[in-house]
């Protein structure tokens, strides 16, 4: 699974922003922007920012792209514990669909009820 980071720098590239054009664009600092880039800081929180970051990027809500953008920064911010279980990483789209507000089915629903209750 790819990272916020890597993300955001392939989506960055393929609308052929240099690092430091993104972050005139948004507002950010190029050398924390690139920590985030390489992994080394973790993702935004603020939805406000992601939102911009969104649009800089040129993402339609709810696209594929976009969700992902957003459901990769949530991941940057689960504790390490859970996401070294590769049965939670598994299940981490479901959790997210759901968030969304899309309907995942019962049993996955129920499996990764299963799995967050035993961690």
Same mark, same amino acid.
């Given at each position: 699974m790819k990272t916020f980071g890597e993300h955001v720098?392939?989506?960055?590239l393929r609308n052929h922003?240099?690092?430091?054009r993104f972050c005139e664009l948004t507002r950010l600092d190029p050398s924390n922007w690139s920590k985030i880039e390489r992994g080394l800081m973790p993702p935004p929180k603020s939805s406000a920012l992601l939102m911009e970051i969104s649009k800089i990027l040129n993402l #339609?809500?709810?696209?594929?792209?976009?969700?992902t953008l957003f $459901?990769?920064?949530a991941i940057g911010?689960?504790?390490?514990?859970?996401?070294?279980?590769?049965?939670?990483?598994? #299940?981490?789209?479901?959790f997210f669909r759901t968030?969304?507000? $899309?309907?995942?089915?019962?049993k996955e629903l129920e499996e990764l009820i299963n799995i967050l209750s035993e961690e």
């Open positions: 720098r392939e989506l960055r922003l240099t690092l430091r #339609k809500e709810g696209s594929e792209d976009y969700n $459901d990769l920064a911010h689960i504790p390490a514990n859970l996401l070294s279980t590769p049965r939670v990483m598994e #299940k981490l789209p479901v968030i969304r507000g $899309d309907k995942p089915a019962r």
